[in-house]
């Protein structure tokens, strides 16, 4: 995977950051992620979903609302509704790129984000929420001790996360006068809905509400003990590989990469990336893969590197030899796993060669 830096204007006009981050193999869609509320587009389950859905072809972007990471704006200025326009402008940069997103992704209050945009990006044709509220007043009780001051003065300083932040009137009316009952009924996309059983955040009666107003195909996964902002790496890893495996049903088949003749027995091996170590790895023109180094050898991870493909040659050839002789001797024999170790020293690999 790759992550590109873009920049795009939002609602107001402001430059919003974001990160295109991209398959390593032949895309094959995008998806849209929206994070949660006053979060950022930085968050460990952002990454590590981006990453799992990587590896499926799928490009990500995740970008900061107007105000909040590295996005210009002022975050007293947003509301529901900004933030709703937001999604909808980084769909039109997406497909001003070439690349329309066909996956939306909402973590908590960006979930309901997803839900009201959805209708709005003709491209999109699957949904995730993940801790979503079913109505997105229900983030006023992170500050519901300042409601009053809101009404009253306007305004007021709350502290949210262990950060400050000025919540105006505006945006408490903004959340108090939206229903997304509708805009879920009219939804038209497939829908899966994750949620935790025990997020004492936001609670799961409204993963319940979301999805009984949704219409087929609509999904449900339970997160189990996660977390609201599903911070345990094992969460996030969890979460990620049921929207791979989930959304795989939505996509367009993966294609090969053209390559040219190659003759039968050849094994073709072409850089894929000249500022790094990847190589793009054809076979009879039949199977086709990513060899790479580990990103602390100055690679990017995206395939085994070559001593993996040493060790898989004389795992598999060892695995298959024993089974040949097996059925030949008709032995008993019901399972066999080899296990290839090896040890090494990048630095050292080259030291005596002559030059």
């Not at 979503?132 to 009253?152: C, G, Q, W, Y």
């Not at 996030?236 to 929207?243: D, E, L, Q, R, T």
């Not at 027995?265 to 580990?294: C, H, M, Y």
């Not at 024999?333 to 005596?352: G, N, T, W, Y």
Request: contains cysteine; charged residues 25%.
């Amino acid at each position: 995977m790759t992550t590109e830096r873009y920049e795009f204007e939002g609602h107001a006009g402001n430059k919003l950051s974001a990160r295109l981050d991209r398959p390593d193999v032949p895309e094959r869609t995008t998806a849209l992620f929206a994070h949660c509320f006053t979060c950022s587009k930085d968050i460990p389950a952002a990454r590590r979903i981006a990453e799992s859905l990587s590896g499926l072809g799928i490009a990500v972007l995740r970008f900061d609302f107007t105000g909040l990471g590295h996005s210009d704006g002022e975050f007293a200025n947003t509301n529901f509704t900004s933030n709703v326009q937001d999604l909808v402008l980084a769909a039109k940069h997406l497909e001003g790129i070439g690349l329309p997103p066909s996956i939306l992704i909402g973590h908590s209050l960006g979930g309901a984000a997803v839900l009201k945009a959805a209708s709005e990006i003709p491209s999109v044709k699957a949904v995730v929420t993940i801790g979503a509220p079913a109505d997105p007043s229900h983030v006023s009780h992170h500050f519901e001790e300042n409601l009053d001051k809101i009404r009253t003065e306007g305004e007021a300083e709350v502290n949210l996360g262990g950060r400050n932040f000025t919540i105006r009137k505006q945006f408490v009316e903004d959340i108090a006068q939206e229903n997304l009952e509708p805009a879920i009924a009219r939804l038209r996309k497939a829908l899966l809905v994750m949620h935790a059983p025990l997020d004492n955040t936001v609670g799961i009666e409204n993963a319940a509400q979301i999805f009984g107003a949704a219409k087929h195909p609509k999904s449900f996964v339970t997160l189990d003990d996660a977390n609201h902002l599903i911070t345990r790496k094992e969460d996030a890893a969890y979460a990620a590989s049921v929207i791979a495996a989930w959304v795989e049903k939505y996509l367009p088949p993966m294609t090969k990469r053209e390559v040219g003749k190659i003759p039968d027995g050849t094994v073709r091996v072409s850089e894929d990336d000249a500022n790094g170590f990847r190589q793009f790895v054809s076979i009879d023109g039949k199977f086709q893969l990513l060899a790479d180094e580990p990103i602390n050898f100055g690679g990017t991870n995206a395939g085994p590197n070559p001593y993996q493909f040493l060790s898989t040659g004389l795992g598999a050839c060892t695995s298959m030899t024993i089974r040949m002789y097996s059925r030949r001797k008709k032995w008993p024999l019901e399972h066999i796993e080899v296990d290839v170790f090896h040890s090494k020293s990048h630095a050292q690999d080259c030291e005596s060669c002559e030059e």
